[in-house]
């Protein structure tokens, strides 16, 4: 399976030098007899009499896929990969031609591909075995776990392989898949089902969300009512307290009528009063004036009359007296004085 060129040979006048790799055993025969034996030698030889093998002892990887049938009759294909490694090289070598080209280094046949081959069939067998008693839908669910014990414990339990030096070191299932139009219906109900569950979450979250919705319609409802409550309440507690104020400013009239009526009437009675007294007190001066002048006789009444007249007579700057006036005037003085 592997043809590359391992061994790394060198030629010098008729010699040739192999400087082996750690991971190969080298051995070589000279003549018939084993001259080196190990793995990563490096040494000096005739291409005429020397012989070389070399056995790869590193762990190694072989993917393998096979087809396989169930016990309802559906094919499925199986891919497995087993590491594996040659613990016995020079049994190995003894079972397999891993003898390489003394000027090259490349192997002359192809060992590797003999290994494959018999880990592929021995391995396919034993999958086969157990896929061929379960049904397809069981192999989906737990037929890799199954496969895969079923051929680690084949391979461990067939006898070829320590016969020819190999060591199996762990095996893997990697899939196990049916033909695609049945893997296609398969996934169809699952698919359904998921789609179902996808669109069941979206309606649940939907009605989630219209829930919510409602009750946070609900509650700014709640809160309008209560605004429109506290808003009458506000109103009614205004109408109180305009009511109450209009009390007040009536009652503050009233009292201010009541004391401006009171000062009013009070002083009123302080005028009346009062014009009561200068009455009273004209009245008497008025009487006693008059009988003052009861007792006076007529001629002091004239004169007193005179000088009252004078008194409330305008400013006269000048007086014409005519000969007639005047002659009156001594008349009725001298008549007086008789």
Do not use: C, K
């Amino acid at each position: 399976m592997d043809d590359r060129h391992m061994a790394d040979i060198t030629r010098r006048l008729g010699w040739r030098h192999l400087r082996g790799a750690p991971t190969a055993h080298i051995r070589h025969h000279r003549s018939g007899r084993l001259a080196h034996d190990g793995p990563g030698l490096s040494f000096w030889f005739r291409a005429l009499t020397a012989t070389l093998s070399e056995v790869p002892v590193d762990d190694r990887e072989l993917a393998m896929t096979f087809h396989a049938r169930t016990s309802d009759f559906q094919d499925v294909a199986v891919q497995a990969t087993v590491t594996y490694r040659i613990s016995d090289p020079a049994l190995a070598a003894a079972r397999l031609d891993f003898s390489v080209d003394p000027d090259t280094g490349v192997w002359r046949g192809a060992p590797l591909e003999q290994l494959a081959t018999l880990l592929t069939e021995t391995a396919q067998q034993h999958a086969l075995d157990v896929l061929a008693r379960t049904a397809l839908a069981s192999a989906l669910v737990d037929g890799v776990t199954s496969v895969r014990q079923r051929v680690a414990a084949g391979l461990a339990a067939e006898p070829r392989l320590p016969a020819t030096g190999i060591e199996v070191v762990a095996v893997r299932v990697v899939a196990l898949r049916p033909e695609p139009e049945v893997e296609r219906a398969l996934r169809t109900p699952a698919r359904e089902q998921i789609q179902q569950e996808a669109d069941r979450a979206t309606y649940e979250r939907r009605a989630v969300a219209v829930e919510r919705e409602r009750v946070i319609a609900e509650n700014e409802l709640a809160s309008q009512i209560e605004l429109a409550r506290r808003e009458e309440q506000l109103v009614d507690q205004r109408g109180t307290n305009a009511r109450r104020e209009a009390e007040e400013y009536a009652a503050a009239d009233a009292v201010r009528a009541d004391a401006e009526a009171a000062r009013v009437v009070r002083l009123a009675e302080a005028e009346a009063t009062s014009v009561r007294g200068v009455g009273e007190a004209r009245a008497e001066a008025q009487t006693a004036w008059l009988r003052a002048h009861a007792d006076a006789d007529v001629a002091m009444l004239h004169a007193l009359t005179g000088t009252r007249l004078a008194e409330n007579l305008p400013r006269i700057d000048s007086v014409t007296v005519s000969p007639d006036v005047l002659t009156g005037l001594l008349a009725r003085l001298g008549g007086a004085r008789e």
